[in-house]
T-cell receptor, first 113, second 113 residues
Framework: AQKITQTQPGMFVQEKEAVTLDCTYD???????LFWYKQPSSGEMIFLIY??????QNATEGRYSLNFQKARKSANLVISASQLGDSAMYFC??????????FGQGTELSVKP | EAQVTQNPRYLITVTGKKLTVTCSQN?????MSWYRQDPGLGLRQIYY???????DKGDVPEGYKVSRKEKRNFPLILESPSPNQTSLYFC????????????FGPGTRLTVT
């Protein structure tokens, strides 16, 4: 069963606009962590943001924020004021209690000038 | 400079010829992990290690071996590579405690003919 689901294979956004990338997850662990990573065309994996399952506040890192809705098991990434350099693949991931890490299939974001 | 190094970066080999991909980190991280990335499948965890001499299977461990004799090193061994192991491989490391930010290596592109 898919534990991390990213339903948007590809997304387009106009430069300077905000965009939301969807991620839903499934786990029975009470303690888990959720991540977003960016993979530009050059191939490296870049950590963006982390949300712990017990964190009360939504995580924010600069232009990135994680919209964490625990009851709905969703962890959407919001990028504000998109820039051309934001064009990349974005992966949602979940770390389970035992340390196993599961990634979604990714969303390819294209920012239009 | 804090980093995760992988060697080799590119490798073309033949079916059945044993190979090792090395991974080393200089951040004193307890957690290390190997992933493979295939088009349309995202990243899938092969093996992970929570500390020295502690390793666990990820989602796709078949055909791979790992060892963690030292904290800094986590080699990936393919005893008898097959063409279906042609992939892009990433090593990553992080601390055991939150936010578990994983630092990724640059990737190893393996082709098995």
């Amino acid at each position: 069963a898919q534990k991390i689901t990213q339903t948007q294979p590809g997304m387009f956004v106009q430069e300077k606009e905000a965009v939301t990338l969807d991620c839903t997850y499934d786990t029975s662990d009470p303690s888990y962590g959720l991540f977003w990573y960016k993979q530009p065309s050059s191939g490296e994996m870049i950590f963006l943001i982390y949300q712990g399952s017990y964190d009360q506040q939504n995580a924010t890192e600069g232009r990135y924020s994680l919209n964490f809705q625990k009851a709905r098991k969703s962890a959407n990434l919001v990028i504000s004021a998109s820039q051309l350099g934001d064009s990349a693949m974005y992966f949602c991931a979940m770390r389970e209690e035992g340390g196993k890490l599961i990634f979604g299939q990714g969303t390819e974001l294209s920012v239009k000038p | 400079e804090a980093q995760v190094t992988q060697n080799p970066r590119y490798l073309i080999t033949v079916t059945g010829k044993k190979l090792t991909v090395t991974c080393s980190q200089n951040m004193n991280h307890e957690y290390m992990s190997w992933y493979r990335q295939d088009p349309g499948l995202g990243l899938r965890q092969i093996y992970y290690s929570m500390n020295v001499e502690v390793t666990d299977k990820g989602d796709v461990p078949e055909g791979y071996k790992v060892s963690r004799k030292e904290k800094r090193n986590f080699p990936l061994i393919l005893e008898s590579p097959s063409p279906n192991q042609t992939s892009l491989y990433f090593c990553a490391s992080s601390h055991r405690l939150p936010p578990y930010e994983q630092y990724f290596g640059p990737g190893t592109r393996l082709t098995v003919t």
